[in-house]
């Protein structure tokens, strides 16, 4: 094991942009793939017949391909119907893409887990339908799909690695390039997984923290 | 995109299947082990399965992949890719797997386990007759989809050289410019087998579902 401290300070500069990457392109692609998600999910539940077969089409094409074929095939095949994309952007587009498939179906049973006679209640008060879904069925499914949504970025977050395939110059990608060069790849890899692994699990306690101070907003289940 | 490309393709997937299912095996057995030492009373014992499932569910399977190729050859183990492939994807499922069967060894009623005791089972047959054919109904349509998982996920060993499904796809893209069709084949072949794993395994929870707890 040849661990050169002096020598892992200098890279530092390019090891902390490379991480400012994955951080920023992981970020705004679950922006992006919550987003699009929910509109999704909007657009399968009150959009006409259509756009529901259309939109579930897409759900299964999503969930049932691996992420590296759909980014192969927007960042490879893409520039041959006029899609030509720079690493960074290919990326983010197939992480948002890619996430929101999975988002759409966690807001689904969350809008489905809203207990009916919440939704009526709201209609006997007089609410319309904009109302009941803005004050009750937003709200409440909010605090029902916090636990698998903070999952899904936490898996979003690993998949942020993939796009080193594409070139993306995120963290893993600059950290095996790193590491081969100076012939220390065993090294650059476990500290990676290292560091990956102390993110992920800073972000599930972060997520249960969340999760346990917003559970007063939380509705009694009967 | 020609007959015979396709069928190129779908030679490939023949790895990718097989490689998803030698690593869904392997996975099941260290997994199984993974989960009986988290649920074991031993202190150091359990937090080591912990601190297994920890790591390997907390790091991208990519950099485990890239650790574990390069690593076996620094060990002195030399083996090739598709080995160190199997490696990695069997240690990463094992991991979510315990995970799973954590859940389904918990979720056997106490009430069957001293009945067991009772009729005089040893705790080896306890274990096989009892805790794990109920263990593993329980946790049946957790491995179908981990299954699933892994087939997606298996995509990845085509960046430590092993040609399966995804790495053939990218090999003939290159080399006859035809990137789009490719993928978009190679992904409507995988969209199949996972269909077919996902039928499968429906129809298989029907026939386990006798004598449902």
Redesign the interface.
Known sequence: MNFDAALVWSLMPEILRSAGVTLGVWLFGVLGAVALGFVVTIGRRYGPRALGIALQAYL??IR???????L??LY??GP??GLSLDPVPAGLLGLAVYGAAYFSEIFRAGFEAVPPGHVEAAECLGMNRAQTVTRILIPEMTMLVLPPAVNMAIILL?????L??ITVPEL?FQI?AIGSQRYA??EA??L???F???L??MCGRLGMAAESRLAKFRFAHS | MSWKLFLLLVQACGYTVLISAVSISIGLVIGTGVSAAMLSSHKALSRAGRTFVSFFRGAPLLVQLLLIYNLLPTLGINVPSMVAAVVGLSLCTAAYQAENLRGGFASVPRGLLEAAEMVGLSPFQQFWRIRAPIALRMTLPALINEAIMILKASSLVSVVGVVELTRMAQDLAASTFKPLQLFAAAGLIYLVVNLLVARGGAALEKSFRWGKP
């Not at chain 1, 049932?64 to 759909?70: A, C, Y």
């Not at chain 1, 690993?158 to 993939?162: G, I, L, N, P, Q």
């Open positions: 299964e094409l049932g391909t691996p992420f590296l074929i759909q192969f095939l490879y095949g041959f119907i690993k998949e942020t690695a993939v080193s395939i893993t095996s790849f065993v890899m476990f990676l997984a290292c990956y692994w102390g992920v699990s």
